[in-house]
């Protein structure tokens, strides 16, 4: 069974600085060894959305409005994904939720989880 443990959110002043982790494990992780692991976030009345994404080799993605401020990495040892997020403003309040995109032979999907969310406010 597939299970990402997200952890990090809060409430944080504009400007300040959270780092969000997210843990994943399962028997899924040890039969494929090749995934991505990502963060997207959903704030009130608003659609999910991507914001950054890093493949087992450290190829990385992100979202124009986190570009400079957000950075993301992963300890492939660990399993475990993170998402530093420097100068935070307003608008990033949202739920936060961690991703897996699990590929098999030809890189073909085989599987997308997702964790439980973490909650993060940035108060004005």
């Known amino acids: 069974q597939v299970q990402l443990v997200e952890s990090g959110g809060g409430l944080v002043q504009s400007g300040g600085s959270l780092r969000l982790s997210c843990a994943a494990s399962g028997d899924i992780f040890t039969i494929f060894s090749i995934y991505t692991l990502g963060w997207y976030r959903q704030a009130p009345g608003k659609q999910r959305e991507l914001v950054a994404t890093?493949?087992?080799?450290?190829?990385?993605n992100s979202a124009d409005s986190v570009k400079g401020r957000f950075t993301i990495s992963r300890d492939n040892a660990k399993n475990t994904v993170y998402l530093q997020m420097n100068s935070l403003k307003p608008e990033d309040t949202a739920v936060f939720y961690c991703?897996?995109?699990?590929?098999?032979?030809?890189?073909?999907?085989?599987?997308?989880?997702w964790g439980q969310g973490t909650q993060v406010t940035v108060s004005a």
């Open positions: 890093i493949t087992t080799n450290g190829s990385t």
């Open positions: 991703n897996a995109e699990i590929y098999g032979l030809g890189n073909q999907i085989v599987g997308s989880y």
